[in-house]
């Protein structure tokens, strides 16, 4: 494949939570795909040079930033940062996430609070910046959970119900911005082996029984997902499972 022909050759993307796991993965993925890439981290600033590295061997230019979802104003801050370093803002992928499971009557307003602020607030103060920032061709992508779909036992309200949330922000948006030819899109991974689900964990058995095929995902298979909706242009305001079959 020549430059030219790259998908996303010329865009610019950022990616929250783009030191590890899923977001690791999708930028490294649009960066193959001919995007340059900004991406965020909260702790783990040698991941994200990392990545940053990986980016630049493709031939692309990319800038990791520090920006916690959980605060306002990081949250909506590093889509000027990202948009005002690689000159511009075509692909918002809002997958900075962060999972509190366990048994209902365990979980505190601490844990409500910040699941909320990163899972649902952030996602939306960085949608919104984001639209500022884009032009028409703009992608709005955001990963939720194949949880909102099926909770397949106990200790997943609190989770669930943030990554449901992102079903009516994904609708909304759709609306919103359909008139000015930016699209949003919903991504819900099944269980995928990162450092937040690893594959050996102790309920990682279980998980893989749930799916269809058998077995964990990889956060290629959901960045696969994530590089296509980035190019499609008629596709707006649904949920995509990349799940093993979870759902089925
Ligand atoms: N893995 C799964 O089975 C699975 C299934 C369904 C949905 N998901 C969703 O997929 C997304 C990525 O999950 P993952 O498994 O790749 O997670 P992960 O391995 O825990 O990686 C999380 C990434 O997000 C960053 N991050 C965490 N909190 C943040 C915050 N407050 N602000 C900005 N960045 C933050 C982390 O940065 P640092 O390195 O700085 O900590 C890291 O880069 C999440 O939204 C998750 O809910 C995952």
């Given at each position: 494949m020549t430059t030219s022909d790259k998908?996303?050759?010329?865009k610019v993307a950022l990616v929250t939570?783009?030191?590890?796991g899923i977001g690791a993965a999708t930028a490294v993925r649009l960066a193959r795909e001919g995007a340059d890439v900004a991406l965020t981290y909260v702790n783990g600033k040698e991941a994200a040079e990392d990545v940053v590295r990986a980016v630049e061997a493709l031939g692309r230019r990319a800038v990791a930033l520090r920006a916690d979802s959980a605060d306002a104003a990081e949250a909506a801050g590093a889509v000027g940062a990202a948009a005002d370093a690689l000159g511009g803002l075509d692909v918002l992928v809002n997958n900075a996430g962060i999972g509190v499971l366990g048994p209902l009557e365990d979980l505190s307003l601490a844990d409500v609070d910040r699941v909320l602020a990163v899972n649902v607030r952030g996602v939306f103060l960085t949608s919104q910046a984001a639209a500022g920032r884009m032009g028409a061709g703009g992608r709005i992508i955001t990963v939720g959970s194949c949880m909102v779909q099926r909770?397949?036992?106990?200790?997943g309200t609190l989770y669930a119900l943030s990554k449901s949330a992102l079903v009516g922000l994904t609708k909304g948006l759709a609306r919103d911005l359909g008139p000015r030819g930016i699209t949003a899109s919903l991504v819900h991974p099944g269980?995928?082996?990162?450092?937040?689900?690893?594959?050996?964990?102790?309920?990682a058995a279980g998980q893989a029984a749930l799916t269809a095929l058998g077995r964990f995902g990889t956060g290629d298979e959901v960045a696969s997902m994530v590089a296509y909706l980035a190019g499609a242009?008629?596709?707006?305001?649904a949920e995509y499972a990349v799940d093993g079959g979870h759902a089925a």
């Open positions: 998908t996303l050759n010329g939570g783009g030191s590890r909770v397949p036992g106990p200790g269980p995928i082996d990162t450092d937040m689900n690893p594959a050996d964990g102790p309920y242009t008629y596709v707006t305001g």
